[in-house]
Each structure stands twice: as structure tokens, then as C-alpha cells.
């Protein structure tokens, strides 16, 4: 199709998303990077963050959390650890783990056990995010 890029995001689970799109915003461990039909091939780690693609004038949101992204001129495949669309995401759900992973980062304790609080903070503010921007926009 042109003018367009096949995005694939997977999981250890199950494929998630295979589409063809016009764009895709994805959370590198170095920054943000677009991507568009015809870029040039290269391997990146992924971070916790918003992976964003758009077609047309229609942006869905994902939240992916660790992977990699291979990109290619025609096609841009996610492999992540966890990865979950915008709608599939409970907002109620993601509020209670948010509280609950602030309650542990202020517990503190080892640095070990402090780490992962921070990174328990961070999935659920990312999902808490998404989930809200989801029920807002009606995506």
C-alpha cells in the first residue's frame, strides 16, 4: 500500500496490533522516534513508554513497556515485553496500582527494593495515562 508502513506489535503472549498505518511514535531507550514508510533500517531498544501510530487523522496509544524495534523501509515490528492498547487498559484498576506503588516508593527500604518501587511508579503512571486519554477521547 502506498504510502504506508506495516506495523506488527508482539508479545511474548499474542500479537496485538498488524495494521498498516502512516506513522508510528515509539519510546526508544535513547528518546521518542518517528517513524515513517520508506525510513531507513535500524534496531532499537525500547524504554517504558507511549507507542503512538496514526492513520489517517486518527492517533490510537499503546503502553509498551521494554523491547526492541526493528524498523525497515516497509515495516515497523515491536517485540515487547508487555505491551496493551489504550481501550484494553482499566482505568479504575491502573488508579489502585498507582496508589499502590506510591505507598511502596515512599515505604522505601533497600536500594534494590526502592528501584523497583520507582519502576512499579512508572508502569502505572504511564498505564493510568493511557487508560485516562482512552476514556476521554473515546478511543
Not at 500500500?1 to 503472549?13: F, R
Not at 496493551?84 to 527494593?113: C, H, M
Amino acid at each position: 500500500m502506498a504510502g504506508k508502513i506495516l506495523l506488527e506489535v508482539v508479545t511474548p503472549d499474542k500479537l496485538l496490533v498488524s495494521q498498516q498505518v502512516d506513522e508510528v511514535i515509539a519510546p526508544g531507550s535513547e528518546g521518542e522516534f518517528g517513524v515513517l514508510p520508506g525510513h531507513c533500517h535500524f534496531l532499537s531498544t525500547l524504554r517504558i513508554g507511549e507507542l503512538r501510530y496514526r492513520i489517517g487523522d486518527q492517533t490510537s496509544h499503546m503502553a509498551v513497556l521494554w523491547g526492541y524495534a526493528e524498523v525497515t523501509p516497509t515495516k515497523v515490528t515491536i517485540m515487547a515485553e508487555i505491551a496493551e492498547k489504550a481501550e484494553d487498559i482499566d482505568v479504575e484498576r491502573a488508579q489502585a496500582t498507582f496508589v499502590k506503588a506510591e505507598e511502596r516508593l515512599k515505604a522505601g527500604g533497600l536500594p534494590s527494593e526502592v528501584k523497583e518501587a520507582e519502576i512499579s511508579l512508572e508502569k502505572a503512571r504511564l498505564r493510568k495515562k493511557i487508560a485516562e486519554r482512552a476514556r476521554t477521547t473515546g478511543l
